[in-house]
């Protein structure tokens, strides 16, 4: 049996540690991404999947401030995939974990993630806000050197992505194989959006990735036996380009400027990450 002695300095050391649990911090939460790939399933805190997300969309090369804005709208774009206050956002949008990026960068991979992770920290938790919900934060590789007008974004030109080097490109698009193709309608600025494909009126971001091409701003060239199309940028064409944010990144804009270059009325809010 246990001494009285002893059994003081057993209860007093097991009140201490109810009182130290008792009047510890609560651990802070953290709103994760459910990232599914490759038949593989990984869990990680939103500001980590940032990294990631941002990786496999643009030139870790790219100045900070533009790194900066593209955070912004994509952890804008997971709180919008929220469902009231679960903590587990589900998302498939294009991610490149740890060993894809040292693939991918090779002896530069700790000074393109230091920047990114810069990036992520210097705008952590924020997003931006028009009116009463999440801007809807669309982004883009190379714009046909002026934007789509969007819901939350702008039409405005973007003259120096017309200098990128993958800003046209050509296709030929069988007859045989297709059928007619007629443009229907053009936006004010080139991109197509409606496409008459063998009968049927499709959108023009329904031809571009049904044929695989890199930009809905296109042009057709008929010949017996083909179309030659020609293309212009690279992605939608909705909000943020990539290549006109670096632009104005080297022209001294700040992360909020270039954002507020491509989108309408907003304000950066704080949100938990």
Known sequence: MLSSR????????VICAAVFFLSREPEEEHVMV?????????????????????AAVVDPEYEIECQK????????????????EEMVVITDEPYFDFSTRRSLYGSSQKEYEEKMEEAVLATTGLIAVSGNHILEGNYHAV?????KEGPDSDRVFCDKSM??????????????????ITIMVKDAG???????????VVSGEY??????????NLDIEETQEAYLVTTRGKGHGLGLDLYYANELAKQGYN???????????????????
């Open 143 to 147: 714009s046909a050197g002026v934007t």
């Open 207 to 216: 031809f571009r990735e049904r044929m695989g091409l890199p930009s809905s």
């Open 190 to 200: 080139g991109y197509v959006d409606e496409v008459n494909l063998n009968g049927t």
């Open 34 to 54: 459910r990232i599914e790939q490759d038949k593989t399933v990984t869990v990680i805190p939103v500001e980590e999947y940032l990294i990631g997300a941002m």
């Open 255 to 273: 992360y909020n400027q270039i954002l507020d270059y491509f989108f309408k009325d907003f304000i950066l809010k704080k949100i938990m990450v």
């Open 163 to 180: 200098e990128a080097e993958d800003f046209f490109y050509q296709k030929e698009i069988l007859k045989e194989e297709w059928g007619s």
């Open 6 to 13: 002893k059994f003081f300095i057993l209860l007093l050391g």
């Open 69 to 84: 804005a593209l955070a912004v709208l994509i952890r804008g774009n997971l709180e919008r995939l929220r469902n009231g």
